[in-house]
């Protein structure tokens, strides 16, 4: 397809980097050529310097012709004008708007004939609902959820005297004593689809399927004792803690939110009610100390540097805090994952993932994949897929079919019920089938798993 990426920052780059490895033909707008020069220096792709919301420049851009346009820079305005005028100039045209502002949002949603957006993203309110996710299980470093919330892929680090340590996989159903596959494994940050025989070492990243009933069950068995959490410590007052804080003062969690800036903490003291706000920085151990890190049952760094959130995070595990969340705006790197930085969280790659699930249902209508997770640092996918008439080898058992070899069936869910399968399970119409991919080659329906 013909796509418009309208900013050429952290999100629009990891966009193209995706769709141009996916074959799609990428055209990025941009108003700093600097900036175009570098991504054009990266990728396969067609530049245009100016503004994305001008008439001229969409047309220069190809937007007559164009599938699709994705509007992500810095000001929501923009991106509106963007989408809307893309729309004016081509009806048939897609739109994706990143809309960080509640208020847009809102009126995006309640006035459709006046926004004709197809999508629209807020990176920072999803890294929200991700971390209060994580925060209701403290002992998974990620959780990524299917079937309407039946089925999760969590991950979970191998520490020393884990009961996981040098156990082969065909064991594991002896020691967590509930259903769950092991789909992935991050050793030494490259990506193992493993067998049967594969044994589990200290200091892995295994990425479990596992039924979200399931989930209490595999923590207890496992020895990794989880309590409520109480009271969070927030380090940075970016949109990302306000939206996070207004969903965890609804959960009656105790909530504390440090900012250096002034008038930024002043602003949040008056949007948030029940949340302490406090003047400081974060950075400064005795700062930290004076505000009680060490009574935190969960550290949470989100301030805008990638660095000062690690050193928060290693000074929190050094004070024992129970959990950690760092916020990489970057992505994971070799760096942070031979860190303990507990559970990361990156706003772009969230955003992105929801981006590449739309792109990939409007090649494919029908048998299109209804959700798409990056796992294991980018080296594996999970889709999930609703099985329909269209799905070739229904009722066949699994051990009859042949897939292709990076293609493992994770899970299939019938109604209420979900199954870790086995060589003698079937999927039938109306299932939902969870699947994960190592290879290169992209699922855009269940059947390009065959």
């Given at each position: 397809m013909k796509i418009i990426i309208a900013g050429s920052g952290k999100t629009g780059l990891t966009l193209a980097g995706q769709l141009i490895t996916e074959g799609h033909d990428i055209t990025l707008i941009d108003t700093?050529?600097?900036?175009?020069?570098?991504?054009?220096?990266?990728?396969?792709?067609?530049?245009?310097?100016g503004n994305c919301a001008s008439k001229e420049v969409l047309l220069q851009?190809?937007?007559?012709?164009?599938?699709?346009?994705?509007?992500?820079?810095?000001?929501?305005?923009?991106?509106?004008?963007?989408?809307?005028?893309?729309?004016?100039?081509?009806?048939?045209?897609?739109?994706?708007?990143?809309?960080?502002?509640?208020?847009?949002?809102?009126?995006?949603?309640?006035?459709?004939?006046?926004f004709p957006l197809s999508?629209?993203?807020?990176?920072?309110?999803?890294?929200?609902?991700?971390?209060?996710?994580?925060?209701?299980?403290?002992?998974?470093?990620?959780?990524?959820?299917?079937?309407?919330?039946?089925?999760?892929?969590?991950?979970?680090?191998?520490?020393?005297?884990?009961?996981?340590?040098?156990?082969?996989?065909?064991?594991?159903?002896?020691?967590?004593?509930?259903?769950?596959?092991?789909c992935a494994v991050l050793r030494g940050g490259t990506a193992v689809a493993p067998s049967g025989n594969f044994v589990l070492?200290?200091?892995?990243?295994?990425?479990?399927?596992?039924?979200?009933?399931?989930?209490?069950?595999?923590?207890?068995?496992?020895?990794?004792?989880?309590?409520?959490?109480?009271?969070?410590?927030?380090?940075?007052?970016?949109?990302?803690?306000?939206?996070?804080?207004?969903?965890l003062e609804k959960d009656n969690i105790s909530v504390q939110v440090l900012d250096r800036d002034y008038g930024r903490c002043v602003e949040l003291a008056s949007l948030l009610p029940h949340t302490s706000v406090s003047r400081g920085d974060c950075s400064s151990q005795l700062f930290l100390d004076d505000q009680g890190i060490s009574d935190a049952d969960a550290l949470i760094s989100l301030t805008g540097m990638d660095e000062t959130n690690m050193i928060i995070s290693l000074y929190a595990k050094a004070r024992k805090v129970p959990q950690i969340i760092t916020k990489l705006s970057r992505g994971g790197t070799t760096i942070a994952d031979s860190l303990d930085l507990g559970s990361l969280i990156c706003p772009k790659e969230l955003c992105s993932n929801d981006i590449v699930r739309y792109v990939r249902a409007m090649q494919n209508q029908t048998g299109a994949a209804i959700s798409v997770h990056s796992i294991a640092d980018g080296q594996a996918e999970a889709v999930e897929f609703l099985v329909d008439s269209s799905t070739r080898n229904c009722n066949i058992p699994l051990k009859k079919l042949k897939t292709k070899n990076n293609v493992l069936i994770a899970s299939i869910t019938r109604g209420s019920q979900t199954q870790i399968p086995n060589g003698d399970s079937f999927f039938q119409e109306g299932d939902t089938v969870v699947v994960v991919t190592s290879g290169r080659g992209v699922l855009k329906q269940i059947n390009d798993i065959f």
């Amino acid at each position: 397809m013909k796509i418009i990426i309208a900013g050429s920052g952290k999100t629009g780059l990891t966009l193209a980097g995706q769709l141009i490895t996916e074959g799609h033909d990428i055209t990025l707008i941009d108003t700093k050529s600097s900036v175009l020069e570098n991504a054009a220096g990266r990728y396969d792709a067609m530049t245009v310097c100016g503004n994305c919301a001008s008439k001229e420049v969409l047309l220069q851009a190809g937007v007559e012709e164009a599938d699709l346009v994705i509007a992500a820079t810095n000001a929501d305005e923009v991106n509106l004008l963007c989408c809307m005028t893309a729309h004016g100039i081509n009806d048939r045209i897609h739109t994706i708007a990143r809309i960080r502002n509640p208020e847009y949002a809102e009126q995006v949603m309640t006035m459709p004939e006046v926004f004709p957006l197809s999508l629209t993203v807020n990176p920072e309110k999803r890294a929200a609902l991700e971390i209060e996710r994580l925060l209701k299980y403290p002992g998974f470093l990620r959780r990524d959820t299917f079937a309407k919330g039946q089925v999760e892929i969590v991950e979970l680090r191998l520490e020393p005297g884990s009961k996981l340590c040098d156990l082969p996989l065909s064991e594991l159903s002896s020691v967590v004593k509930c259903r769950v596959l092991v789909c992935a494994v991050l050793r030494g940050g490259t990506a193992v689809a493993p067998s049967g025989n594969f044994v589990l070492r200290s200091g892995d990243r295994i990425f479990v399927t596992a039924p979200t009933a399931e989930l209490t069950v595999l923590l207890k068995n496992l020895g990794i004792i989880t309590r409520r959490v109480r009271q969070v410590m927030i380090c940075g007052g970016g949109r990302v803690s306000y939206y996070l804080a207004s969903l965890l003062e609804k959960d009656n969690i105790s909530v504390q939110v440090l900012d250096r800036d002034y008038g930024r903490c002043v602003e949040l003291a008056s949007l948030l009610p029940h949340t302490s706000v406090s003047r400081g920085d974060c950075s400064s151990q005795l700062f930290l100390d004076d505000q009680g890190i060490s009574d935190a049952d969960a550290l949470i760094s989100l301030t805008g540097m990638d660095e000062t959130n690690m050193i928060i995070s290693l000074y929190a595990k050094a004070r024992k805090v129970p959990q950690i969340i760092t916020k990489l705006s970057r992505g994971g790197t070799t760096i942070a994952d031979s860190l303990d930085l507990g559970s990361l969280i990156c706003p772009k790659e969230l955003c992105s993932n929801d981006i590449v699930r739309y792109v990939r249902a409007m090649q494919n209508q029908t048998g299109a994949a209804i959700s798409v997770h990056s796992i294991a640092d980018g080296q594996a996918e999970a889709v999930e897929f609703l099985v329909d008439s269209s799905t070739r080898n229904c009722n066949i058992p699994l051990k009859k079919l042949k897939t292709k070899n990076n293609v493992l069936i994770a899970s299939i869910t019938r109604g209420s019920q979900t199954q870790i399968p086995n060589g003698d399970s079937f999927f039938q119409e109306g299932d939902t089938v969870v699947v994960v991919t190592s290879g290169r080659g992209v699922l855009k329906q269940i059947n390009d798993i065959f």
